[in-house]
């Protein structure tokens, strides 16, 4: 005989065998209590992925979070800097040309 042959009936053996053990009312504990293992250990085995994405993942994203945190607020703070400088000169351009209209002589614009 082959070896396909006799692994093919070798499978066939080993489900006739599950389908009568399934028909059985003491296989059926059996089948509960491995049922209940295989989710505990499926539980457990989430958990500690869950554990690893939160320690590996989640603290490298922190980081990165914080330092892009820094950096938009230095951003940020330079941009309010700009606006002041730029709003001071603006005040100082307006006031000028106020000055140069009601005839005081400190005009910043050049006749």
Same mark, same amino acid.
């Given at each position: 005989?082959?070896?396909k042959l006799i692994?093919?009936?070798?499978?066939?053996?080993?489900?006739?065998v599950l389908l009568f053990l399934?028909?059985?009312?003491?296989?059926?504990?059996?089948v509960k209590n491995t049922l209940s293992d295989l989710a505990?250990?499926?539980?457990?085995?989430?958990a500690k992925g869950s554990n690893w994405v939160t320690s590996k993942m989640f603290g490298k994203m922190?980081?990165?979070?914080q330092s892009g945190?820094?950096?938009?607020?230095?951003?940020?703070?330079?941009? !309010? !800097?700009?606006? #002041?400088?730029?709003?001071?000169?603006? !005040?100082?351009?307006? #006031?000028g040309i106020s000055n140069a209209v009601q005839g005081k002589n400190d005009c910043p614009v050049q006749k």
């Open positions: 005989m082959s070896k692994f093919y009936i070798v499978l066939i053996i080993i489900i006739l399934s028909q059985q009312v003491a296989s059926e504990l059996f505990s250990q499926t539980e457990a085995f989430l922190t980081d990165q979070i945190g820094e950096v938009i607020k230095n951003g940020v703070s330079a941009t !309010e !800097e700009s606006i #002041s400088d730029t709003t001071e000169k603006i !005040e100082n351009y307006i #006031s």
